[in-house]
């Protein structure tokens, strides 16, 4: 028998995780067989296979999100290589322009508003048009900042069940760190006035985070990607919306586009561009404006999908128009 034949099949059932009695039974059939290849194929296989099993069982009170969940290209990337990493990996540019979904508010205040949102979400999902879903909410007063974190965590476990099914992302608004880490959830949406933490953010995920952050010019949002090279960014307000409804200097639907050729002028040659999202009161009948007059990437919406009766339809008929 071959020594390193030998030491390589110890090694392989070790990994995974097979009884001592079994190890050896199966190089006991390898002697008598002669088939070394086969065993060893065999053994390496259910070593991988072990490993992922363990991986993600063990998730559930692990700070670190399952390799199976993220994009095949950055399951052997660690965050000091993170630079070496683009936005491409996280949006597939078969569904551009892109689509974002943003909780409301109050989506984890009841337990039944957080099955709700999860349904809602679930129907919008199931037309694999969406990239990315962002939770963003607001603790009410009368919640403690314990119990309102344990809900935020039971809706980003439940959007991640919905990973293993369809292709999208899920990101934790910054107010809510510690429980995106927890889930684990794929990353963090950065608040423009918590920037300053995404290196910090970053090196707190075990795994390279998707980060986003928001932008209301195009000074801010150049200097953001400046500083932090974040994977894309929410640019807005560009039309009258509930979320800031005393709002009346808009910024209108030019400003992503605008953004976004800010970045083309001032990119370095091999530098990738972050994904520019147009938000703000978007919805079915408007999202052609920032895309397909004024160059955005694509649109994030909130109630015109969550608040629809119908929210596949209502992510069909977005997705159309901004096609047109």
Known sequence: MNPKMAVALKYHCAQARLPFAISWRILFLWVILGDADSVYGWTSKSSNIFRDRHHVMSS??????????????????????????TQKIWFDNE????????????????DERIDATVQAIHAAVSTNLISLVSIRVVRPPHISHENFEDRVIKIVRLLMELTNEYNFFVVVTSDWV???????????????????????????????????????????????????????????????????????DLEGPTLPGKVRQ????????????????????????????????????????IRSVLQASDPAKAVLDIFSNMNQ
């Not at 999100?65 to 399951?75: D, E, G």
């Not at 943003?102 to 009841?110: G, L, N, Y």
């Open 60 to 85: 559930g009170n692990s700070k670190e999100t399952p390799v199976s969940r993220l994009p095949s290209q950055l399951q052997s990337v660690n965050n000091e290589r993170y630079s070496d990493t």
């Open 95 to 110: 569904r551009h322009p892109f689509l974002a979904l943003i909780t409301e508010p109050d989506a984890c205040d009841t």
């Open 178 to 248: 510690d429980a995106a880490i927890a889930a684990p959830a794929h990353g963090v949406h950065v608040k423009e006035s918590h920037r300053s933490l995404i290196p910090e953010i970053r090196q707190r995920f075990p795994n390279p985070p998707l980060i986003g952050t928001s932008a209301h010019s195009i000074s801010s949002a150049v200097e953001a990607w400046s500083m932090c090279s974040p994977n894309y960014f929410f640019v807005g307000t560009c039309y009258a919306t509930q979320s800031h409804p005393d709002k009346v």
């Open 262 to 301: 800010a970045f083309v002028d001032e990119k370095e040659s091999e530098q990738e561009l972050p994904i520019i999202l147009a938000i703000g009161g978007v919805n079915s009948t408007n999202c052609h404006e920032p895309v397909c007059i004024y160059g955005a990437d694509g649109v994030a919406v």
